[in-house]
């Protein structure tokens, strides 16, 4: 029966099963239907940054894991949206919602987390992992196992035509409730052990992927461990009943918030690291100088530099030939021309000349002095004018 008067925040138009979404003196309704709000924006704007960066991931296999990752997004913005049906009164549609959603999200998100931790078992011990489509297929049989449990049990225990309840549906103990989960406990419990062997990988990359795997199941499996004693035991010995709905209310938020915190968010900040594997292609140089230096030499090979010596000796050969021939190459040293100083042609040739003109000069000709009285001279220059 509806109320006489709405609580303080609530409306005169809106319905009794909405007050826990309004009424300020009911603060679990307010405060996590604001958080299930702000993850409904968070996995939203995730799931974008998710698919932006795809284009600039440069490792192929963190490129595969980019299906499963969108799929818990998927799965967790349901569960955020799931958390609305446990803050709202019970009614046929909210009480359906209830029973068959909540195995069914978490399923999906948990399915993920399992073949991605298989998959780095495998990688571990083969080398290389399934291909990105074998892992999603992979996820959606074990996924479609617990929707087919749960459609199956939606219909047993829908209420007949004869029964006049309008709330049959949302007549189901908290003991069926919790055994309908049973094969998404077992799937909650694989993501713990699967990703266990992959801590010892020998790349840490791959051991920190393990790592937010199993820690995001170990709070998965403190979170239901907590909601379920709860549900079934607690509230019972508390006399309060009606802290049935906010106990599974808070339990859905909070681990849909742990989905994010723990396993989304991290994966992504590594999306566009660069594979460690090929970042030291050459660690294993013993002379990386050597071998740069003789490489540019075999690309770029420079002219040999005897030509230049050549056509200079060709230059000199062209002038007088001197009576003591001096080699062009008398001022080289041996030393490669990569010096600081390197003389040009015109400095080489000039040098060798004067070293040849201290060496050796040419002789002139002489014309004897003539002098009165010398009866030798006059044979001598006679024998050397020509006849």
Known sequence: MESTSPPKGCGSTISSIYYNLCDLTTVWGVVVEAVAAAGVVTSFVLFITLMAS???????????MVALQAGILVFTLGL?????????????????????????????????????????????????????????????????????????????????????????????????????????????????????PSMMHKHKQWRRDGAFILVTGLFTMAIWIAWIVMYIYGNKLAMKPTWDDPTLAVAVVSNAWVFLFFYTIPEICLLTQENPDQEQPHDGDVYPARSLVYDNILKEPEPPHQNVYMENKAFSMDESVPTKPVSPYG???????????????????AKGLTKMDKDAMIPRATVPSLHRGSSSSMPHLAESLPS
């Open 54 to 64: 795809l284009p600039l991931t440069t490792d192929k296999k963190r490129k595969g």
């Open 80 to 196: 955020f949206g799931l958390t609305f049906a446990f803050i709202v009164g019970q009614y046929s549609t909210s009480c359906a919602a209830r029973r068959f959603l909540f195995g069914v999200l978490f399923s999906g998100c948990l399915a993920c987390l399992v073949m991605h931790g298989l998959w780095l078992v495998l990688l571990q011990r083969r080398g290389r992992g399934p291909r990105s489509w074998m892992l999603c297929l992979g996820a959606l049989g074990l996924w479609l196992v617990e929707v087919i449990i749960n459609t199956e049990w939606l219909i047993i225990r829908s209420p007949t035509k004869d029964v006049v309840v309008s709330d049959q549906s949302c007549n189901i103990k908290n003991q069926d409730f919790v055994m309908a989960l049973i094969y998404v406990m077992v799937l909650l419990l694989a993501v713990v052990v699967v990703p266990v």
């Open 331 to 349: 001022s080289y040293n041996g030393h490669l021309r990569s010096g600081v100083y390197q003389p040009t042609e015109l400095a080489l040739i």
